[in-house]
């Protein structure tokens, strides 16, 4: 079945520090790939999406490139803020539409310290 | 606009309680979501329902959980009886119509604690 790896966290770094957090898949075709941010207490918001290979999702300050030849889907940012601080979800969606519900990595909690 | 609203934001009973939880999807949604998150086993998809019809329930963990969704701006997720190991976050979301990116729109959750 479908699959999402994460790196394991917690993440944690200093502010303005290069930020990579890591995601691969397995899926059968061409998923659409996400990247959600949760804070505490709060609910699960998208961050960023890319639908096809090679498109590039941005937003915030991060970026994550759609590579399917690596499977993979890294979120990036070059200068990290303490707001940052949350916990990122990485998660596809199988292709070909229909009803079905998003399949998530376990979650990476990144710490920012000032 | 209103996003997805869930109720309770917290809930804690004992042990055999019935658990009622709520949600409410963002209006014109055709597609809703019921998650339930853990820290052993991240983010676990229960059921879903497409207009209002339950399509998928291999999620839901056992014949305790069930789910409904009476009409398109309703549905909710019962628990009877609790047991504490069903202690978890539980999110509701929401999607647009099929045409849509996938894009999931979720609630805050409701935080159970079952004792």
């Known amino acids: 079945g479908d699959s999402v790896t994460q790196m394991e966290g917690p993440v944690t770094l200093s502010e303005e520090a290069f930020l990579t957090i890591n995601c691969t898949y397995t899926?059968?075709?061409?998923?659409?790939l996400f990247w959600y941010v949760q804070y505490p207490g709060e609910g699960l918001q998208l961050l960023l999406k890319?639908?096809?290979?090679?498109d590039k999702g941005s937003n915030k300050g991060f970026e994550a490139t759609y590579r399917k030849e690596t499977t993979s889907f890294h979120l990036e940012k070059g200068s990290v803020q303490v707001s940052d601080s949350a916990v990122y979800f990485c998660?596809?969606?199988?292709?070909?539409?229909?009803?079905?519900?998003?399949?998530f990595g376990k979650g990476t909690h990144l710490i920012i310290q000032p | 606009d209103a996003g997805v609203i869930q109720s309770p934001r917290h809930e804690v009973t004992e042990m055999g309680q019935e658990v009622t939880l709520r949600c409410k999807p963002i209006?014109?949604?055709?597609?809703l979501f019921w998650y339930r998150q853990t820290m052993m086993r991240g983010l676990e998809l229960l059921i879903y329902?497409?207009?209002?019809?339950?399509?998928?329930d291999s999620g839901m963990p056992e014949d305790r959980f069930s789910a409904k969704m009476p009409n398109a701006s309703f549905s909710t997720l019962k628990i009877q009886p609790s047991e504490p190991r069903d202690s978890a976050v539980y999110f509701c979301?929401?999607?647009?119509?099929?045409?849509?990116?996938?894009?999931?729109?979720f609630g805050e959750g409701s935080r159970l604690t079952v004792l």
């Open positions: 979301a929401s999607r647009p119509g099929q045409g849509a990116s996938g894009e999931l729109f």
């Open positions: 899926a059968t075709g061409y998923p659409s």
């Open positions: 890319a639908t096809k290979a090679d």
């Open positions: 998660a596809l969606r199988r292709s070909g539409g229909g009803a079905d519900g998003l399949t």
């Open positions: 209006s014109g949604h055709n597609s």
């Open positions: 329902f497409n207009n209002n019809v339950p399509i998928d």
